[in-house]
Nanobody, 120 residues
Framework: QVQLVESGGGLVQAGGSLRLSCAAS????????MGWFRQTPGKEREFVAA???????IYADSVKGRFTISRDNAKTTEYLQMNSLKPEDTAVYYC??????????????WGQGTQVTVSS
């Protein structure tokens, strides 16, 4: 089992920045790919970014150049630095973990989510 706890969400004005964190516990963090997804009411969970256990990254086109995913295996934590935020980035953001890196929302382990609201 892997337990994931997100933090860092909040309210920010358009153009601002936030950094989300996801603290992991349980099985060996460094063995897992980590991802960020987001969801708004009535819509399916959407891929945002993911990072492999060796640091390879992939991003959704909608966030490329604005968001940066990273991980600190010593601290068993992953991060999502979000810059130049737009109102359409408003969503509940979820941290996820799985053995395999991918963009589909079928990761094995999930956090509880953290709300990000971007005002115009």
């Amino acid at each position: 089992q892997v337990q994931l706890v997100e933090s860092g969400g909040g309210l920010v004005q358009a153009g601002g920045s936030l950094r989300l964190s996801c603290a992991a516990s349980g099985r060996t963090f460094s063995n897992y790919a980590m991802g960020w997804f987001r969801q708004t009411p009535g819509k399916e969970r959407e891929f945002v970014a993911a990072i492999s256990w060796i640091g390879g990254t992939i991003y959704a086109d909608s966030v490329k150049g604005r968001f940066t995913i990273s991980r600190d295996n010593a601290k068993t934590t992953e991060y999502l630095q979000m810059n130049s935020l737009k109102p359409e980035d408003t969503a509940v953001y979820y941290c996820a973990a799985d053995r395999w890196l991918r963009t589909s929302a079928d990761y094995t382990y999930w956090g509880q989510g953290t709300q990000v609201t971007v005002s115009s």
